[in-house]
Nanobody
Framework: QVQLVESGGRLVQAGGSLRLSCVDS????????MGWFRQAPGKEREFVGS????????LYADSVKGRFTISRDNAKNTVYLQMNSLKPEDTAVYYC?????????????????WGQGTQVTVSS
């Protein structure tokens, strides 16, 4: 069972940047695709981006394409989400997840292990 812990969320002004981290304490996710999702109050959890097991392939939601970048360091069992040009509509709890597959996926159902989430708030 993969155990994921996110960190890095905080209050930031619009136009600013943040980097979220997700650490796998079990060190068992290096062969799995990893994803980032987010959930705003009153809304469904939505896909943000995904990275394949090797880090060579990524997938992004249209709403964040060109602003957010996912990367991973398998030696550190860590996945990152670099968020630039943040907008108030990016405000949400951000969740890291490990997939059952090795290739990047956008479908929420393809992920079977989730972190507890980290709050990102973007002020206007």
């Amino acid at each position: 069972q993969v155990q994921l812990v996110e960190s890095g969320g905080r209050l930031v002004q619009a136009g600013g940047s943040l980097r979220l981290s997700c650490v796998d304490s079990t060190r068992t996710s290096s062969n799995k695709a990893m994803g980032w999702f987010r959930q705003a109050p009153g809304k469904e959890r939505e896909f943000v981006g995904s990275i394949n097991w090797s880090g060579k392939s990524t997938l992004y939601a249209d709403s964040v394409k060109g602003r957010f970048t996912i990367s991973r360091d398998n030696a550190k069992n860590t996945v990152y989400l670099q968020m630039n040009s943040l907008k108030p509509e990016d405000t949400a709890v951000y969740y890291c997840a490990a997939s059952v597959f090795s290739s990047a996926r956008s479908e929420r159902a393809k992920y079977d292990n989730w972190g507890q989430g980290t709050q990102v708030t973007v002020s206007s």
